[in-house]
Nanobody, 122 residues
Framework: QVQFVESGGALVQAGGSLRLSCAAP????????IGWFRQAPGKEREMVSC?????GSTEYVDSRFSISRDNAKNTVYLSMNNLKPDDTALYYC??????????????????WGQGTQVTVSS
């Protein structure tokens, strides 16, 4: 069973930066749009960023975030700058199995990992 592995989450102070990694053991990310999502306690899961299968198209919920993919390393990264306490959440990545371009429709994504916790202190 495919399951992505997210890493890089940490406790940081407001204004700090983090880079999250999304790996997919035994599964090639090449050819799939990959999304990063987050879920804070008591809130619904939301997309924060996405990169198309070619890497030529990206979407962000906030200009403080940046997504990139390295198909040679089979990894997708999410860089986050100027972090705020509202960014505190469990961050997940997943593959869109229904289209190669970005979509915010969560049901189109599969292979969710356990997530990586980002906590931003004020």
């Amino acid at each position: 069973q495919v399951q992505f592995v997210e890493s890089g989450g940490a406790l940081v102070q407001a204004g700090g930066s983090l880079r999250l990694s999304c790996a997919a053991p035994g599964f090639s990310l090449d050819g799939y749009a990959i999304g990063w999502f987050r879920q804070a306690p008591g809130k619904e899961r939301e997309m924060v960023s996405c990169v198309s299968s070619s890497g030529g198209s990206t979407e962000y919920v906030d200009s403080r975030f940046s997504i990139s993919r390295d198909n040679a390393k089979n990894t997708v990264y999410l860089s986050m700058n100027n972090l705020k306490p509202d960014d505190t959440a469990l961050y997940y990545c997943a593959a869109n199995l229904m289209r190669t371009l970005c979509s915010s429709l969560i049901y189109e994504y599969s292979y969710w990992g356990q997530g990586t916790q980002v906590t931003v202190s004020s």
